[in-house]
C-alpha cells in the first residue's frame, strides 16, 4: 500500500508526476475546482466579515470521495497544485472538501513538471499559504458581489437578461472607448517627399534620401499646394553631401514570454486564440511522452515575471557556446526587468525546461499545433540569453537648394548576435534597411527623381485579442490566469464580436457599457480596477487582511449599488436614445398603431412594437440614418 498521496489539478499531470515517483507514492488528481460559490443567490455574508459559503461541484463528488479514501490510507498528503494563488486555493477546497486531517498535510509547488523539480519540491514542503487563500478568495468574492448584484439591475433595466463583471466591464470599455475615439476621427493630411539620387561614379549607385528639413525646421506638408512649393523651389537644384555619419547599433534581443506576450506572439505568427495558447501551453506544462517517459517541456504558463532561474541560464549558455560559439554567449547573464505593475517576481518567465530538448528533437512527439508553439517558445527562450545584433550604420546629410536637407539612413549587419536563432523576428525593424553607397562630403549627385507622396493620419486601431490583453496588463488589470477569460467572456455575452482579427463592439454591448458608466462610474474606472489588484497583492503578502479589504471595497460600493437602484432604468434608457433622431422616438407602430419602444439586441438597438407578443412588428436602428422595417421577426 502506497504511504503518500500526492495531489495535483490535472489527469495529465498526475500521469507525468506518477511516473516519476515510486511505489510509496500514489498521484490523484481533482480536476480543476472541486468547490465554488453556488450558482443561485449570492452565497456571500456579507454582514460576517464576508464569509462566502462554498459547495461541492456535483460533478466531483466522486472524485472527492476518492481522494478521502486515499488519504485516510496515507501517512502523508502533498498537495501539488499550480504554483499560483489559484493553485493554493484548489489545494485548500480539497481539504475542505474532502476532510483530510490537517496533520498529514505537506504543500509543494514547482514551476515545471520534471523528476528534479518534483523531487527537489517533496524534499522542500511547506504549510498551505493563508493569505494567497484569502487573495485569492478575496478575488471570486469581489465578482461575485459586483457581478450578482449589478446583473439583476441591468437586466430589469433593459428588459433583456443581461451581465455585468468586475474586470470584463473595464475590458468592454476599453474596446468601446477605442470605437468612440475611431468614429469622432478626422484625418488630416500630409506629404512627405523622397528624393531618388545617383553617384556620378563608374558604379552609379543609386540609393533614396527623405526630406529632413526645410531651413533647419521640420517640414509642414499638409496640402498639395505645400508640396507643390516645395517642387518648384527644388528644380534644377544641386544636390550635395554635406555630411557623412557613420556608427554602429545593438539590436537587444526581447525577454523570454510572459503569458501576455507569449498570447501575442502566438496570435501574430501563429494565428492562435489565446484560448487556444493557453490550452496548447498547458499540454507542454504538463508533460508529453518522450519515449516512455512524461516530461513536462515548459515552465508554468500563467506568469507575469521575465525571472530566468540561474539554473536555466547557465544551461542555455551552454547550449548557445556549443551550437554557435562563445562569440555569441554575453559576458554576464542578462537580466530583464518585468514592465508589469505589481509582478510576481518568485514565478519564471515561460522557457524550456530543458534548451537541448530542441525544436527538432520534439517534432515526433508533438502534434503540428504543440510542435509550432514549443519552437516559438524554444526559440524566444534561447534568443533572450544571446548577444545583440550587431550593425554599421550610416547616415548621409544631402543639401539642395540650401535651404533643403534630405537625409538618407542605412544599416549593414555585421554581427547576427539572437538573430542567428531567431531570424525572423523584425517586431524592432520599423523599415526596411537599404544600403548607402561610400560616399564623401562636397561629392555632387544626380538626382533621378522626386517622389511626392500623399498621406492621411490614421485612427488608433481597434484591440485585437493579444492587443487587449496587452493594454488590460499595461494597466494593471487582470492577471495572467484570468486574461483568456475576459476576452472570451465579453465575446460570448454578444457585447463584442471579432471582425477580421479585431475586436468591435456591438450595439448592445455600447448601450451596456453607457449604462454601467453613467451608474457605477468607480467600478468602470481602469484607474480603480487596477487598484484593487493592488490591494488583493496586499492580502496576498500578508499586509492587508481580507475582511478589511472587502469591507473597504464594499463602503463605496453600496451606495453606488442603492443609487442605481433608482437610476439605471433612466440610463438605461438613455443610452438607447443615444443619438437617436426625434422622428424616430415618435413613430407609432404601423400595423397596430401602439407606441414603439428602443430596445436592443446583439445586432444593435430596434424599435419595437410595446404590442408584442401579440404583434411583432420592428424597425431596425443599427443604421439610425437608414432604419430598416423586419416584419414578423
Not at 11 to 22: E, Q, S, V
Not at 175 to 197: G, Q, S
Not at 382 to 397: F, G, N, R
Request: charged share 25%; with cysteine.
Amino acid at each position: 500500500m502506497p504511504k503518500h498521496l500526492v495531489i495535483v489539478e490535472s489527469p495529465a499531470k498526475a500521469k507525468t508526476i506518477g511516473k516519476y515517483l515510486g511505489k510509496d507514492y500514489r498521484v490523484k488528481a481533482s480536476v480543476g475546482h472541486v468547490r465554488d460559490l453556488p450558482r443561485k443567490g449570492l452565497s456571500v455574508d456579507i454582514e460576517n466579515g464576508f464569509l462566502p459559503t462554498y459547495q461541492v461541484i456535483k460533478a466531483k463528488i466522486k472524485i472527492l470521495q476518492e481522494i478521502r479514501d486515499a488519504a485516510d490510507e496515507s501517512d502523508l498528503v502533498y498537495l501539488a497544485a499550480d504554483p499560483d494563488r489559484e493553485g493554493e486555493a484548489i489545494a485548500w477546497h480539497v481539504v475542505e472538501g474532502a476532510h483530510i486531517d490537517k496533520s498529514k498535510l505537506r504543500r509543494i509547488s514547482f514551476h515545471q513538471v520534471t523528476k528534479a523539480a518534483v523531487l527537489e519540491a517533496l524534499a522542500k514542503p511547506r504549510d498551505l499559504d493563508r493569505d494567497l487563500i484569502d487573495a485569492q478568495q478575496a478575488r471570486r468574492v469581489l465578482d461575485r458581489l459586483v457581478g450578482y448584484q449589478i446583473s439583476p439591475l441591468l437586466s430589469k433595466s433593459m428588459r433583456k437578461r443581461l451581465s455585468a463583471g468586475r474586470v470584463q466591464s473595464v475590458a468592454l470599455r476599453l474596446i468601446v472607448d477605442r470605437e468612440r475615439e475611431i468614429l469622432a476621427f478626422v484625418p488630416d493630411e500630409y506629404w512627405t517627399l523622397e528624393a531618388e539620387l545617383q553617384r556620378r561614379t563608374e558604379g552609379k549607385e543609386r540609393f533614396r534620401a527623405h526630406l529632413h528639413k526645410i531651413a533647419a525646421q521640420d517640414p509642414e506638408l499638409h496640402s498639395q499646394s505645400d508640396i507643390d512649393h516645395v517642387l518648384d523651389a527644388l528644380k534644377g537644384a544641386t544636390y550635395t553631401v554635406t555630411q557623412v555619419k557613420k556608427g554602429k547599433r545593438q539590436r537587444r534581443p526581447s525577454p523570454p514570454f510572459i503569458t501576455s506576450t507569449l498570447q501575442a506572439g502566438a496570435g501574430s505568427k501563429l494565428h492562435l486564440s489565446p484560448r487556444q495558447t493557453m490550452r496548447l501551453a498547458q499540454q507542454l506544462y504538463e508533460g508529453i511522452d518522450l519515449h516512455g517517459e512524461r516530461v513536462g517541456l515548459i515552465t508554468y504558463m500563467r506568469t507575469d515575471s521575465t525571472h530566468v532561474a540561474p539554473s536555466a541560464q547557465k544551461e542555455a549558455r551552454r547550449y548557445v557556446s556549443e551550437h554557435y560559439g562563445g562569440d555569441y554567449v554575453p559576458a554576464k547573464p542578462p537580466y530583464y526587468r518585468s514592465r508589469v505593475s505589481h509582478a510576481q517576481e518568485a514565478h519564471e518567465a515561460i522557457r524550456p525546461t530543458s534548451v537541448f530538448r530542441t525544436p527538432e528533437a520534439m517534432q515526433g512527439y508533438l502534434t503540428p499545433q504543440q510542435a509550432r508553439l514549443y519552437d516559438l517558445i524554444w526559440r524566444r527562450f534561447v534568443a533572450s540569453q544571446m548577444k545583440p545584433a550587431l550593425y554599421d550604420t550610416i547616415s548621409v546629410d544631402i543639401t539642395a537648394a540650401k535651404d533643403y536637407l534630405f537625409r538618407a539612413t542605412g544599416q549593414t549587419l555585421i554581427f547576427p548576435g539572437f538573430l542567428a536563432v531567431l531570424p525572423d523576428d523584425k517586431a524592432k525593424e520599423k523599415d526596411a534597411p537599404q544600403t548607402i553607397p561610400a560616399l564623401s562630403v562636397d561629392e555632387l549627385l544626380d538626382l533621378i527623381q522626386l517622389i511626392p507622396e500623399q498621406h492621411f493620419t490614421q485612427p488608433p486601431p481597434r484591440y485585437s485579442e493579444p492587443t487587449l490583453i496587452k493594454a488590460l496588463e499595461a494597466n494593471g488589470v487582470g492577471r495572467p490566469s484570468t486574461y483568456a477569460a475576459i476576452v472570451s467572456v465579453i465575446q460570448d455575452r454578444g457585447y463584442v464580436v471579432k471582425k477580421k482579427g479585431k475586436l468591435v463592439p456591438t450595439g448592445l454591448g455600447m448601450v451596456v457599457c453607457d449604462t454601467l458608466v453613467a451608474t457605477f462610474a468607480t467600478i468602470m474606472d481602469i484607474g480603480y480596477t487596477a487598484g484593487m489588484e493592488g490591494r488583493l497583492d496586499q492580502v496576498a503578502s500578508g499586509e492587508l487582511r481580507y475582511g478589511m479589504m472587502l469591507d473597504d471595497f464594499y463602503r463605496t460600493f453600496e451606495p453606488q449599488l442603492i443609487a442605481a437602484q433608482e437610476m439605471m432604468p433612466q440610463a438605461a434608457q438613455q443610452a438607447l436614445l443615444a443619438d437617436l433622431p426625434e422622428e424616430l422616438r415618435q413613430r407609432t407602430c404601423p400595423k397596430c398603431g401602439r407606441p414603439l419602444q428602443v430596445r436592443v439586441s446583439k445586432a444593435g438597438r430596434f424599435l419595437g412594437c410595446t404590442g408584442y407578443p401579440e404583434c411583432r412588428y420592428t424597425l431596425d436602428l443599427s443604421n439610425p440614418d437608414k432604419p430598416t422595417e423586419v416584419v414578423d421577426e
